[in-house]
């Protein structure tokens, strides 16, 4: 009888201690997220920036544009691709054409002429006796030579050829020259090579070959 009696007040006190736990948990209130700070408050985040986006145009292909090439200029090297890349046979023209089978090359040498020989070294004595106080006269035959290359294979060529004298003190000779060493004429008359130049290759019959086949090839090619 008395151990029924001690079963049966364990069992309430235990039912007590059970209720009183899940008040306390129920008591316990749950956690809640903060309200969203007001717009006009100085705590509010700043709105995130709009994507930056940057139109670069293409260039223009037309129907005349011959193949891509590389480009490469011995001198004056942007001031030529500048005139050479305005003409829509040559809008697939690029520098950064590493690898390319077809090239566009222009090179260029300095020979002096037969007076130009004997003037430079009399001047270049005078220049020296005066400690460079007088500038150095030099008399030379300027050639640029434009070559269109395919697989190192010149398949036509275009030289150009001018005498120019200059006058320049062996103390101020500006490695920055943005004329390449030619002189301002020398940089004009380079750029009016090029132009002459674009009107002879585009009527070129080797280089509207190289076109065709290139389009036989590259139907849909950039």
């Known amino acids: 009888?008395?151990?029924?009696?001690?079963?049966?007040?364990?069992?309430?006190?235990?039912?007590?201690?059970?209720?009183?736990?899940?008040?306390?948990?129920?008591?316990v209130p749950a956690p809640q997220a903060a309200p969203p700070p007001e717009e006009d408050s100085v705590f509010a985040p700043p709105p995130p920036p709009a994507p930056m986006t940057i139109d670069v145009p293409a260039p223009v292909i037309t129907a005349e544009a011959l193949p891509p090439m590389q480009f490469y200029a011995s001198v004056v090297s942007d001031p030529l691709f500048g005139v050479i890349k305005q003409h829509p046979a040559f809008a697939r023209t690029d520098k950064e054409m590493a690898g390319s089978p077809i090239q566009l090359r222009i090179t260029h040498s300095l020979q002096p002429t037969a007076g130009g020989m004997a003037t430079g070294l009399l001047s270049a004595i005078w220049a020296g006796s005066t400690l460079g106080l007088l500038p150095v006269v030099t008399n030379n035959s300027l050639v640029l030579a434009y070559e269109v290359r395919v697989n190192g294979k010149e398949i036509t060529r275009y030289t150009f050829e001018r005498s120019f004298?200059?006058?320049?003190?062996?103390?101020?000779?500006?490695?920055?020259?943005?004329?390449?060493?030619?002189?301002?004429d020398g940089l004009d008359w380079a750029k009016e090579t090029a132009k002459q130049f674009l009107g002879e290759v585009v009527k070129d019959p080797k280089v509207q070959a190289l076109k065709t086949e290139y389009e036989v090839y590259f139907a849909n090619g950039a």
Do not use: F, K
């Open 165 to 184: 004298t200059r006058a320049q003190n062996i103390w101020n000779i500006d490695a920055n020259d943005p004329t390449g060493g030619l002189g301002q």
């Open 1 to 27: 009888m008395n151990r029924i009696l001690r079963i049966t007040v364990l069992a309430a006190l235990l039912g007590s201690t059970a209720a009183v736990q899940a008040q306390v948990v129920t008591a």
